[in-house]
């Protein structure tokens, strides 16, 4: 079974500047994704960023970066230029087939509550 | 426009009450998920509907009771929770459920009594 840690249960940074959130994850799989995900107050979780195991490179989305290092099965999101609207909890998420192929299964690690202070 | 709509937003039940969350996507996806999400904890998958078929039942008690007549509507039927039910069910779907991006809708905050 796979698994998900998110080591910080609550970071804070001023505005302006950059935060980054720690993860890493258990698996013996070769080929996942990972992702993060925002949820603030309005709770809706909403997709920041996506990385593919077999991509090397790391992915970016505008302020938001990850620093994948899959040897280490470790996936940190980097937060530059932090804005108000950043504060929320920040869940990391590993996601693989399941065994039988038909649905992907996306396990989430419990997640960082991030305060973005002006 | 979320493109995942679910009602109602708030919910509060007893144990002995029978209610239904509903989920409505607008986006053409043909697979929709129930997860819960409960306080301190990470979000769990309860169930997966591909094309209107149930795929995936993750263990769930047989008081919750999915629904998907559609491949726009999923419900979930409640009946006799227990307080350690309390949590927010949030609702997701995906082109296909072999497809790896979700949007996710606001959930509905449930406390049983």
């Known amino acids: 079974a796979q698994t998900v840690t998110q080591s910080q249960p609550e970071m804070s940074v001023q505005e302006a500047e950059t935060v980054t959130l720690s993860c890493t994850y258990d698996?013996?799989?070769?080929?996942?994704?990972l992702f993060w995900y925002k949820q603030p107050p309005s709770r809706q979780m909403i997709l920041v960023i996506r990385?593919?195991?077999?991509?090397?490179q790391n992915a970016t989305e505008n302020r938001f970066s990850v620093n994948f290092q899959k040897a280490a099965k470790s996936f940190s999101l980097k937060i530059s230029d932090s804005q108000l609207g950043d504060t929320a909890m920040y869940f990391c998420a590993f996601m693989k087939h399941d065994s039988g192929g038909s649905n992907y299964k996306l396990t989430f690690g419990k997640g960082t509550l991030l305060t973005v202070n002006p | 426009e979320t493109g995942v709509t679910q009602t109602p937003r708030h919910l509060v039940m007893g144990m002995t009450n029978k209610k239904s969350l509903k989920c409505e996507q607008h986006?053409?996806?043909?697979?929709m998920y129930w997860y819960k999400q409960s306080a301190k904890k990470p979000l769990e998958l309860m169930f997966v509907y591909n094309f209107k078929e149930q795929t995936e039942n993750n263990s769930v008690p047989s008081r919750f009771s999915p629904e998907c007549p559609n491949s726009s509507h999923l419900f979930l039927h409640l009946h006799t929770l227990q307080p350690e039910d309390s949590a927010l069910y949030l609702c997701?779907?995906?082109?296909?459920?072999?497809?790896?991006?979700?949007?996710f809708g606001s959930g509905t905050q449930l406390s049983v009594l």
């Open positions: 997701a779907s995906s082109q296909q459920a072999t497809n790896e991006k979700l949007f």
């Open positions: 698996t013996s799989e070769n080929n996942y994704y």
């Open positions: 990385q593919e195991a077999y991509k090397q």
């Open positions: 986006l053409g996806h043909n697979a």
